[in-house]
């Protein structure tokens, strides 16, 4: 038999932003707008982005965009 899913928001200390399904997703969108509104991380798995590292499974750092100067 598969997990039983929980209703209501997922708990961030205990789940990665990659392991949310649709439902969970739905439920948790004005907090999750909040864990992803700035991101330094970046899954190498899903892409899914955040702002911390712990809501990511495999999460690398994001560099900070350097000066493109054919964009200024």
Partial sequence: MGKEKKKGSPDFDKI???E???DEIERSMEKIKNLVAHPR???CKCAR???RSDLLC??????PPEADPERS
């Fill in 58 to 63: 495999k999460p690398i750092a994001i560099s």
């Fill in 20 to 22: 949310l399904d649709k």
């Fill in 16 to 18: 990665t932003l990659c």
């Fill in 41 to 43: 991380h970046i899954c």
């Fill in 49 to 51: 982005v955040a702002n």
